[in-house]
């Protein structure tokens, strides 16, 4: 029964039957190749059989490992690594089917190569999961042939493989690695000129150019006879909250990732920086009511809980309750803090309808009302109208793109800060607006 599960016929040995056919159609007026089309047959049973004996007469003739990181980084490119090797004593031609999880909804993966004796191979695939959650991965197939290539030989291993999806880890280490080396500003983020001096005093060092003049220590400048400099540092221990709307108007795809997605990774990144910067980071996640909160606390650990905390998360088909959130924050947020709303408006109505929630939030708090332009929008007013029905969608489009701009200077004129960002630039955007905060001492 084992032989029968792993037996295949090779899709050569339909073209040597092909062969075979034309040799006896020919031998229709060609008689003397009658006996030879009958002498081939014979041959292709004897191969048929010493091809068997090839395949099956190794018992362990491959081994194969599936290599998986622990968790997937929602929204990025994650490797998957095959390792592989061959007992057979002659070159094998390899052909991998590995069954994917069900939510990448590919079925035609396969990746083919040859195999040599006592050599360890290894092959990469990449995936890129756009929801979060449990991936299994079903059985790694793995058929080998013999140079005559008449029959394959199935091998299985490792079935059923379970790997979290979590959010985008990738991107969260990326900005990790510049925020400890401070090129925060390599990735596009601008600089902030520093208001004053509300930042405490850090060292005294050389002065190179570009340093403000005005901090320049005459003191030291006489003691070294050099042109010394006071450095100053952003104030520490500030408490920062990442507060994310998971209502219906988060789940709208953009590149096949939820805006909640896209939010879950901006503040994951972005706690992960704050931190560096030895600031508070917490998280509020809410909807029709208060589903999650965090409050904020100065421990690198703490990252591992607004992970977790992220990974659970998912949007609910329901209007978000702005007024629970200003209640909540209320009630539990005492300190003067930074609040990074993610949310998401297309009409000004909906929008003016939680402005004094938000009149009352920045009150007290720094508020920041983070939504997204519709960059399938923007696609379509870039492209030429050729029709009066293209006109049409073109003119419809530009109305929601002004609207969106007009909910901007809505909350500016308020004295609300803004962000409106493409989806796939809201993590670079938003720290760039931390920055600016920090640096302008408005916290």
Known sequence: MQFLKSFYIHNTFFRYLALLSACFILAFWLKWLYPIAWVLILVLVAAFLFDVFLLYGTSKGMEAKRVLPKKLSNSDLNPISIQFHTNYPFKTNISFIDELPQQFQKRDFEYNTKGIKGEKQVFEYTVRPVDRGEYIFGNLNVYASSPLRIIKRRFVFQKDQMVPVYPSVIQMQQYDF??????????????????????????????????????????????????????????????????????????????????????????LAFSNVALKRHDKTGLVTFSKQIETYLPAVQKPTYLNNILETLYHTDTEFTDSDFGALYGHVKRKINQRSLLLLYTNFEHISALKRQVPYFLGLAKKHVLV?????????????????????????????????FDKKLMQKELQ???????????????????????????????
């Open 178 to 267: 510049l925020a400890m080396n401070n090129r925060l500003s390599n990735i596009g983020l601008k600089k902030i000129r520093k208001l004053g001096h509300t930042q405490e005093f850090e060292q005294i060092k050389e002065y190179i150019p570009g340093d403000d003049i005005r901090t320049l220590n005459w003191k030291a400048t006489a003691k070294q006879h050099l042109l010394m400099v006071n450095q100053y540092q952003d104030e520490k221990s500030q408490p920062v909250y990442s507060i994310i709307d998971t209502g219906r108007v988060m789940k709208m795809p953009f590149n096949g990732l939820k805006l909640l997605d896209y939010a879950i990774n901006s503040a």
């Open 413 to 443: 004129r308020y004295g609300i800060q803004t962000i409106l960002t493409k989806p796939e630039e809201l993590t670079i955007n938003t720290i760039n607006k931390y920055l600016e905060i920090k640096a302008r001492g408005l916290l």
């Open 369 to 401: 009302v983070i939504f997204f332009e519709n960059s399938e929008l923007e696609k379509l007013i870039a492209t030429d109208a050729e029709d009066l029905q293209a006109i049409y969608h073109k003119t419809i489009a530009e109305k929601f793109s």
